[in-house]
């Protein structure tokens, strides 16, 4: 089993930039999809950015092309969100996600395995 812990959130002006960072322990994730959702408030969590097990494949929700990057350290067990330009309604909790037996990405939040707790992301206009 894996355990993800969030880091890296706080609050920011809008346009503005944060780095998210993911990190696992009790096992390796090389060879796992992961994934980042969020979840604003009064809403439902939802796919953000997903990245397969090399970190050769990246998707993105539309509204966060070209302004997040996902990227990950299978060395360091990382997975990173790049959040450039924010805006204030990508204000949410963001969460990373992984797959046990999946090396690819996917949106479905069905197919994530374990979870990490959240970190608040809050983007002052």
């Known amino acids: 089993q894996v355990q993800l812990v969030e880091s890296g959130g706080g609050l920011v002006q809008a346009g503005g930039s944060l780095r998210l960072a993911c990190a696992g322990s009790g096992r390796s994730f090389l060879n796992q999809g992961m994934g980042w959702f969020r979840r604003a408030p009064g809403k439902e969590r939802e796919f953000v950015a997903a990245i397969n097990w090399s970190g050769g494949n990246t998707y993105y929700t539309d509204s966060v092309k070209g302004r997040f990057t996902i990227s990950r350290d299978n060395t360091k067990n990382t997975v990173y969100l790049q959040m450039n330009s924010l805006k204030p309604e990508d204000t949410a909790v963001y969460y990373c996600?992984?797959?046990?037996?999946?090396?690819?990405?996917?949106?479905?939040?069905?197919?994530?395995?374990?979870w990490g707790q959240g970190t608040q992301v809050t983007v002052s206009s």
């Open positions: 996600a992984g797959r046990a037996a999946g090396r690819t990405w996917t949106i479905d939040q069905a197919a994530y395995d374990y």
